[in-house]
Nanobody, 121 residues
Framework: VQLQASGGGLVQAGGSLRLSCAAS????????VGWFRQAPGKERNFVAD????????RYTDSVKGRFTISRDNAKNTVYLQMNSLQPEDTAVYFC???????????????WGQGTQVTVSS
């Protein structure tokens, strides 16, 4: 599967953005999909993920209540709605996919390119 992330940009603190992760192929529904982010000079960290059927999600604590992950398997797309953005959310955001049957997956094997999110104070 090939992944393409988009939707990043520059936003003021308190604002919102919606990221999209578009996947190629006809078997998108077999993949669990996650969002990760990497701030300058820091390691890449988990943000959120969603199970293949869309019924189970997970979030890192710092984004709970502000970010929502969802998916539309008919459109081969996963979304990350980000509200109440803060400067500490500034990072390159990546989407990734895993075809592991177990949940949560032990790792993600397929990665898209990142999209920059910058939150100004």
């Amino acid at each position: 599967v090939q992944l393409q992330a988009s939707g990043g940009g520059l936003v003021q603190a308190g604002g919102s953005l919606r990221l999209s992760c578009a996947a190629s192929g006809r078997t998108f529904s077999r993949y669990n999909v996650g969002w990760f982010r990497q701030a300058p000079g820091k390691e890449r960290n988990f943000v959120a993920d969603i199970r293949r059927n869309g019924l189970i999600t997970r979030y890192t604590d710092s984004v709970k209540g502000r970010f929502t992950i969802s998916r539309d398997n008919a459109k081969n797309t996963v979304y990350l709605q980000m509200n109440s953005l803060q400067p500490e959310d500034t990072a390159v955001y990546f989407c990734a996919a895993s075809d592991q049957i177990n949940w949560p997956p032990s790792g993600y094997d397929y990665w898209g390119q990142g999209t920059q999110v910058t939150v100004s104070s």
